[in-house]
């Protein structure tokens, strides 16, 4: 594919998708360019959960188009791939769910839910031959280097079963983190989260970005964090592109007031 993207790792165009006569994405595009944590923000029903899953392809839309740039340069036409191409790609996301097996310890449910392609065979894993225990040290190392990063390194090896709700969150993340994302979708990171813990989401979306040295696209009801932590914002509306800007253009724009912080304006006002 030619490589239309300049500094953006993706750029979607005249994004459309219907579910009966629902219009739920109508014609949205933007991008988001490299090291940009990208906010998509509307109210409920808007479509951006429908938005990011036509992104990493569980669903196909019904027309436009979705380009990648991955980290060797080369750009993919994401409509042509299924949702595990995407993953090795380099596009990630997050679950809002926090789904975790609570006897096992942490670092091993990293492991167990990353999105990395063992090599050995399960033979291999099963015998504990050489190249399944190099594997697996390789594999430790980095999930270690990941809870670092998150700052729970040190509950690598306790259970996963009764860890705050904000270190489950993390153990979450930390399984995204695995495959060496260029882009990382987070799917409403600040819910179930308490002020304290959303405060310090930010400088951990931001350590992300800068020590990951990848793209962040936020979905996110939570305005203050979005405000906070965004570089740039895309505003929807009934599936529609609204407005995008930077979190001041967007906290001025009076149809973003009108329709998602449920201000009226008043002309001349
Ligand atoms: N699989 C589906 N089948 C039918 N309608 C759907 C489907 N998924 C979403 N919709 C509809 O599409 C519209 C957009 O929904 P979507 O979940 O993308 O919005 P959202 O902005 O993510 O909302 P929220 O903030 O509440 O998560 C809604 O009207 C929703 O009911």
């Keep these: 594919m030619q490589n239309n993207l300049d500094n953006s790792v993706l750029k979607v165009e005249g994004l459309s998708i219907a579910f009966g006569g629902l219009k739920a994405v109508d014609n949205l595009s933007f991008e988001i360019k490299e090291k940009e944590v990208f906010g998509l923000i509307g109210p409920n029903g ?3 959960t429908t938005a990011f899953n036509c992104i990493t392809q569980f ?3 019904d027309s436009g188009s979705i380009v990648f740039k991955d980290r060797s340069g080369n ?3 994401l409509l042509e791939k299924n949702v595990h191409d995407i993953v090795k790609l380099g ?5 809002q769910n926090v789904e975790l097996i ?3 310890s942490v670092i091993d449910n990293v492991l167990i839910g990353a999105h990395v392609d063992f090599k050995s065979t399960i033979i291999d894993q099963a015998l504990r031959l050489p190249r ?3 594997e697996e040290k390789k594999y430790r190392a980095e999930a270690l280097r990941v809870l670092g990063i998150l700052g729970i390194a040190d509950r690598a090896d306790l259970p996963a079963g009764g860890q705050p709700y904000g270190v489950l969150k993390k153990v979450e993340f930390a399984r995204a983190l695995m495959s060496n994302p260029r882009l990382i979708i987070l799917d409403e990171p600040a819910a ?3 002020d304290i813990e959303t405060a310090e989401l930010s400088k951990l979306i931001r350590k992300l970005r800068d020590e990951l040295d990848c793209s962040i696209l936020l979905v996110e009801h939570d305005m203050r964090l979005v405000m906070d932590v965004c570089d740039k914002i895309c505003a929807i509306s009934f599936g529609k592109f609204l407005a995008v800007g930077t979190p001041k253009e967007i906290k001025e ?3 973003v007031q009108v329709a998602y912080l449920g201000i009226e304006v008043e002309e001349n006002a």
């Excluded at 596009?91 to 679950?95: A, H, I, N, P, S």
């Design 132 to 134: 399944a225990r190099k």
């Design 102 to 104: 609570r006897e096992l």
């Design 192 to 194: 179930g989260l308490n």
């Design 253 to 255: 724009n009076k149809d």
């Design 59 to 61: 669903y196909k839309p």
């Design 75 to 77: 750009v993919h036409n």
């Design 46 to 48: 808007a479509g951006k």
């Design 91 to 95: 596009l990630v996301r997050t679950f």
